[in-house]
């Protein structure tokens, strides 16, 4: 091999490399900047009726952020479940409430799982010393890097119904933000200028503040679920933060403000 073709093949393989990059970022600005068509903006505010809410600047991104994330993600339907674009729409557009004025994005996630119900999955639980294997009606389950997974009944009634703190991809997706730092832990990428040390403040005290209600036998704000552990407290809290802000602001106000700074998100204005 001559000198001259020993150095130009690796010369190439960087030029197409960075061609392909290229590519990929001039495609993603354009996903971004593309609005929805009329009739899927229609499907979209019919079928989540909270993005009507937002202010009119997020309602442009949240349209370009659901198209980027329609273009990357793949849907499946299981149990003979025809995953039709309404009920991708529906999904794709609660999901991307969350990462709508972040720069934050799903980067893992190529393939949603959807069920047309609550679906049965293998899971442990413990008893002390004993652990008991078991089947469990599960509405969605989030692993990290991807997949996650739905029950269609309970994300379209998610997405419906804006105001009654239970939304199944709000809470899945937010499994997905939080898996983005390497760990699910309640502990996500904060945003710059955003300290751990008052992040983990406000989270630990809304936390044993829930627990301490829930041994008491008070009825609490965020779902009963979050006090399972930091984790799941970490993805109710977010679906309260949208779903019932004012209330979440009122009774967690350190709480409200780091969620408000972490997305960049004030939804008790809207």
Same mark, same amino acid.
């Given at each position: 091999?001559?000198?001259?073709? =020993?150095?130009? /093949?690796? &010369?190439? /393989?960087v030029a197409a490399l960075l061609y392909r990059r290229q590519?990929? &970022?001039r495609k993603r600005?354009?996903?971004l900047a593309t609005p929805l068509t009329p009739q899927q903006r229609a499907v979209v505010e019919r079928l989540v009726p909270l993005v009507k809410r937002l202010p009119r600047e997020l309602q442009a991104k949240l349209?370009?952020?659901i198209n980027l994330f329609l273009d990357q993600v793949t849907f499946r339907g299981l149990n003979d479940l025809e995953v039709r674009e309404e009920m991708q &729409?529906? /999904?794709? =557009?609660q999901a991307c409430l969350l990462v709508v004025n972040s720069p934050v994005w799903y980067d893992t996630i190529r393939n949603v799982l959807v069920y047309p119900s609550a679906? &049965?999955?293998n899971r442990d639980t413990q008893d002390g010393h004993f652990v008991h294997e078991g089947r469990h009606a599960t509405l969605g389950e989030s692993w990290a890097r991807g997949p996650v997974v739905l029950s269609w009944d309970d994300a379209l009634q998610g997405g419906l119904d804006a105001t009654d703190g239970h939304n199944v991809v709000i809470?899945?997706? =937010?499994?997905q933000l939080? =898996?983005?730092s390497g760990h699910t832990n309640g502990i996500p990428i904060l945003r710059r200028g955003q300290t751990y040390a008052r992040w983990e403040k406000a989270m630990l005290d809304a936390y044993n503040d829930h627990v301490a209600r829930l041994e008491r036998g008070e009825r609490t704000l965020i779902d009963p679920y979050g006090g399972t552990n930091h984790q799941e407290f970490f993805a109710e809290a977010i679906v309260t933060f949208f779903e019932k802000p004012t209330g979440l602001k009122r009774e967690e106000p350190a709480l409200y403000a780091q969620l408000v700074e972490l997305f960049a998100l004030d939804p008790a204005e809207w």
């Open positions: 091999m001559s000198p001259w073709l =020993a150095l130009s /093949i690796p &010369l190439l /393989i590519s990929r &970022l600005r354009e996903l349209e370009g952020k &729409l529906s /999904i794709a =557009a679906f &049965l999955t809470h899945e997706f =937010a499994h939080d =898996a983005l």
